[in-house]
């Protein structure tokens, strides 16, 4: 950078004050931004252009971090997550990003976006995921859980709110690598369905209902959940881990009334998904490197959807802490499992996958993002046990 670069960089900067930190050039340059002993440092190595800063400070600053230009010292996660609680400070040019923000929500959009992201492969998810291949929030029930004890936690909480009977159908919609639906047949004997978008991930799902000879209680279909109103089939329960921050926000209602298409009366939804303390487009940087088209439904908006077409809220839980803690544990097993990554992908792959593990978790940790588990019914439901003992036993 210039001397007239830098002069607007530190100006740019000094807004970003909660937390005191240094920022030093590799020409030994350097300045502080905030009052008090610096709690992070980072490194410039490169031009940051003054007009990616004023289109998106997210954006900017991500891209320059792939690149190499920005470099912080220290722990990744550490630093981010003294820098996230002020992201209300954040530029962002709408005009600019129109079409970043608001893409296109067509069928076929969403499919390629969802490919973009969870087909990159499943021998990288099991690098770094868990052999439950459980790809959303886990549950940590005590202290020393592993992420595999919370993710079969999680799985089992979500199966005990569903209230499920033996013979019971239960739908999964966006259901990854089917794990919970495995656990639901072998527990309670249901006749489950799963549908994703990911080519990948019914591949390895339809190989483990093989593996564990559930052929006659399981399927998976390559499926959007714009087509099940077409299916002649009605479900007892249907649950969505994950699914809904992909469907955009113009798409929430078609969502819901394609799940009120095949859902039995008295039956049981459960949503879990990321979701916002107010309405927002979305962070341009994971829009972009991510999970394009991705946006993340508030708490209010779903309740007030599905209230429209009669459905009762019964049970809300958050899980903001445990998505934090999933995150590290994910960033952990990235990191212990760098060699074998770089076999597969070069640096700006890698730093582009270690920024989005830690700017999530301190997003998560700083109430930025939260994760909400809701359990609604169709209808009125007199059946559910009167306490909610019977999710803990």
């Not at 886990?138 to 004890?149: A, C, I, P, S, V």
């Not at 000879?213 to 649950?239: A, C, S, T």
Request: glycine share 6%; net charge neutral.
């Amino acid at each position: 950078m210039n001397i007239v670069e830098r002069k607007f960089f530190k100006k740019y900067l000094s807004k970003f004050d909660e937390n005191p930190f240094l920022v030093r050039f590799n020409d030994g340059d350097s300045f502080v931004i905030g009052e008090g002993e610096p709690k992070f440092e980072i490194m410039i190595n490169g031009s940051i252009p003054k007009s990616d800063l004023l289109t998106s400070t997210s954006l900017a600053l991500g891209e320059a971090y792939m690149r190499g230009d920005l470099e912080e010292k220290g722990d990744l996660y550490t630093t981010l997550n003294f820098f996230m609680g002020q992201m209300n400070k954040f530029t962002i040019d709408h005009k600019i990003l129109k079409n970043l923000i608001h893409p296109s929500v067509s069928a076929k959009a969403q499919k390629k976006e969802v490919q973009y992201h969870y087909d990159i492969g499943n021998d990288f998810y099991s690098l770094w995921l868990d052999k439950t291949m459980c790809y959303s929030c886990g549950y940590f029930k005590n202290e020393n859980d592993t992420l595999y004890d919370a993710q079969v936690n999680k799985v089992h909480l979500i199966l005990s709110k569903l209230n499920l009977e033996e013979g019971m159908t239960l739908l999964d919609i966006g259901c990854g690598w089917g794990f919970l639906l495995i656990e639901a047949a072998k527990k309670y004997k249901i006749h489950g369905a799963g549908i994703t978008l990911s080519e990948e991930q019914a591949k390895k799902f339809q190989q483990r209902i093989k593996e564990e000879n559930l052929e006659n209680y399981l399927e998976v279909k390559l499926m959007d959940y714009r087509e099940l109103h077409k299916l002649d089939r009605r479900f007892d329960r249907i649950v969505s881990i994950g699914m809904l921050e992909h469907v955009g926000r113009e798409h929430y209602e078609l969502f819901i009334k394609n799940v009120n298409s095949v859902l039995k009366q008295s039956g049981i939804l459960l949503l879990h998904y990321i979701s916002g303390l107010k309405e927002s487009a979305g962070d341009p940087w994971i829009k972009k490197y991510i999970f394009p088209g991705g946006v993340i439904p508030s708490l209010r908006e779903m309740i007030n959807i599905c209230s429209e077409y009669g459905y009762y809220t019964v049970d809300v839980e958050s899980l903001r802490r445990h998505y934090k803690k999933t995150l590290l544990c994910w960033n952990e097993n990235f990191q212990n499992n760098l060699d074998k990554i770089r076999e597969k992908f070069d640096d700006k792959f890698i730093r582009m996958w270690e920024l989005y593990l830690c700017s999530c978790a301190a997003s998560f940790n700083n109430g930025v993002i939260d994760l909400h588990q809701i359990v609604f019914t169709k209808g009125v439901n007199n059946d559910l046990p009167m306490t909610r003992d019977y999710l803990y036993k």
